[in-house]
């Protein structure tokens, strides 16, 4: 009896020491992938392009899914949510070439002004960035001029994205209910030579 406590003692001592020696390589290799990145060589850049708005009309593509019980005597329409898959093109022109598609959750979240909580990926479905998609995030003030919103990510060729959008209204149709949003995006991320391999195993 007394030997196979022993024996129990030893093999959970093992199993403890082996456990310890895997999480203290994970933690290091995590590390270790963290430094890299923060290493990484990062590559900037700056698209352009335009996000085709159709908030009515039999083809509409910003749709509202709920409302606030303030909200029908809002200024603001304050508690109101909508979601959103609009075009994004090359130019203003709704026949400009097609880039992608802005796609998210838009809530109107201010009392006093126009302003707007979003939730928003741009995600390219031609050029360059095919496949790719880019995150932006934050309060979006619509009556304002230069509105600025952070990049808080993306996939693909924007994978660990940083930066910020400054968009504007470049033109609204109040008759067809449609608008013509301009993005400039001001975009970093770690270019892939930056990036080492690490083993977790």
């Known amino acids: ?39 990484g060589k990062e590559k900037l850049t700056k698209l352009q392009f335009y996000v085709q708005d159709a908030l009515g009309g039999p083809n509409a593509t910003v749709w509202q899914v709920a409302e606030a019980a303030i909200t029908a005597n809002s200024r603001t329409a304050f508690g109101q949510v909508r979601v959103l898959d609009d075009l994004i093109t090359v130019g203003p022109n709704r026949s400009s070439e097609a880039l992608g598609r802005a796609q998210g959750l838009i809530t109107s979240a201010d009392l006093t ?11 390219f479905t031609a050029g360059k960035y095919n496949g790719s998609t880019l995150c932006i995030l934050g ?8 509105r600025e919103l952070p990049v808080v990510g993306g996939t693909g060729d924007f994978r660990m994205a940083r930066g910020y959008s400054i968009s504007n ?13 301009e993005y400039t995006v001001y975009v970093a991320v770690v270019e892939k030579s930056g990036y080492t391999a690490v083993s977790m195993i």
């Open 1 to 39: 009896m007394e030997k196979l406590g022993a024996i129990f003692i030893l093999f959970s001592l093992v199993i403890a020491l082996s456990m310890g020696h895997v999480i203290s390589r994970e933690s290091n290799a995590e590390k270790i992938w963290f430094q890299n990145i923060c290493r």
């Open 113 to 123: 002004v126009s302003g707007i909580a979003m939730n928003m990926n741009f995600y």
């Open 139 to 146: 309060r979006n003030p619509i009556d304002e001029n230069d």
């Open 169 to 181: 209204t470049y033109s609204y149709d109040p008759v067809a209910n449609y608008g013509v949003l």
